[in-house]
């Protein structure tokens, strides 16, 4: 019995048909992101240590921290900017786009120093608070229509103090004042009351009217 033999190929034409085969490409999995490749995400949740939860792509919720140059705090419902730098490590880079009733938030870990030939904040309301505060300056000028200071202790340490003002009104429980040298005290008119007892006391004491001296009591001791 006889067989039926297909023909084959010679070597050459094996060879340029295995080269007209087209070459498929490696399926890539579009939900996997290659480390250093930056992608958008929307902000889902903040932690409480620079550490945020991000929807990115097609991956789910993904846990991201901080960058030192992302200086606005992300908020829940930001679109930010993430930077892949490793198979599980996420940064945000920026904040681009957030509500515009959303506060923004600027914060920085550790200390921050600014530094400008000129620096210049406007704004309608203006708030300052921190455990202490210094203030060092050359010359310091505050001009306001209406300027209150509330504080539990004052103190001014100077060479000169001037003050001109229309009105002063002044009330205390107690009032204290040592001077070392001349107190000079001139007026149109000077009045003084005493609910019980007025005392002037010193070496010498002189009284002098220009026209009339007049003292007047239930009694009178002199010497």
Partial sequence: ??????????????SSHSQSQPVCAPVVDPTVAIAGACQGGLVTAVGSDATVR?????RGEVQARRAASCLLVPAVGDTVAC??????????LAVLQRDAAQPAVLRCDGALHLEAARL?????QLELRG???????????????HFRLCAGT??????????VMDRVTHFSRHYLRTTQGTDRVQAMHIDH???QLMQLKAEHVMVNGGK????????????
């Fill in 1 to 14: 019995m006889s067989k039926t033999r297909t023909p084959g190929r010679s070597p050459s034409q094996r």
């Fill in 54 to 58: 991000v929807r990115v792509g097609l």
């Fill in 83 to 92: 930077l892949r730098t490793g198979p599980s490590e996420l940064w945000v």
């Fill in 120 to 124: 210049q904040l406007d704004a309608d």
């Fill in 131 to 145: 455990r202490r505060t210094h203030l060092v300056a050359d010359e310091v000028e505050v001009a306001a229509r």
């Fill in 154 to 163: 004052i103190k001014f340490v100077g060479s000169v103090l001037s003050s």
């Fill in 193 to 195: 009351e005493a609910q």
């Fill in 212 to 223: 009339l001296v007049k003292t007047r009591g239930a009694q009178i001791h002199f010497g």
